[in-house]
């Protein structure tokens, strides 16, 4: 669904799909908030099989407003909590602004976070993506306006 002018916001209906292994919607006109769950968290989460989705690529949209904590996966409870396998989420070149959900050091399978060109602020501190980034390929979270960004995470992500 990449380059073709859709407009509008990313329905809600669309965390309906269970079956869902990519998103792509990048360069088109897309605007306002992303909505609460972007995949179906209800169906296939149990141990081993977890979510199916893999990769979202939202880049060079207009959506705006902060990333909400329920992407990176369904609660973590019991002996064995079901896994999460999205492994790339690029929504560079938007207007999201705010934090980096703290949730994002529960998805372990993640290997690719490109956040770069947006509007998003904040301190990235010990804590918040050191455990996520442990084995990570790549991480680009420039053009954002960061306030503090420990020197971990300034090393291991592009932050020019």
């Known amino acids: 669904m990449s380059g073709n ?3 509008g916001t990313i ?6 799909i269970s079956t ?3 998103i792509n919607f990048s360069g088109n006109k897309i605007t ?3 909505p609460e769950y972007i995949y179906n968290q209800k169906v296939n989460v149990t141990y081993p099989i977890g979510t199916t989705l893999r990769s979202i690529n939202l880049e060079y949209n207009s959506i705006t407003g902060d990333i909400p904590e329920t992407w990176f996966g369904p609660a973590k409870v019991g002996p ?3 896994p999460n396998n999205l492994q ?3 929504m560079r070149y938007n207007q ?3 934090d980096i959900p703290l949730s994002i050091s529960t998805a372990f399978k993640l290997d690719t976070l490109l956040l770069s060109y947006n509007k998003m602020s904040g301190n990235i501190t010990d804590g918040l993506l050191d455990s996520w980034l442990g084995t990570r390929k790549y991480c680009d979270l420039s053009g954002n306006k960061w306030g503090t960004v420990s ?3 300034a090393k291991t992500c592009n932050m020019d």
């Open 5 to 7: 002018a859709i407009s």
């Open 11 to 16: 329905p809600e209906s669309l965390s309906t």
């Open 20 to 22: 869902m292994v990519d």
């Open 32 to 34: 306002g908030p992303l």
């Open 80 to 82: 064995f909590p079901p």
């Open 88 to 90: 790339v989420v690029n």
């Open 96 to 98: 999201i602004t705010g």
């Open 151 to 153: 020197p971990a995470i």
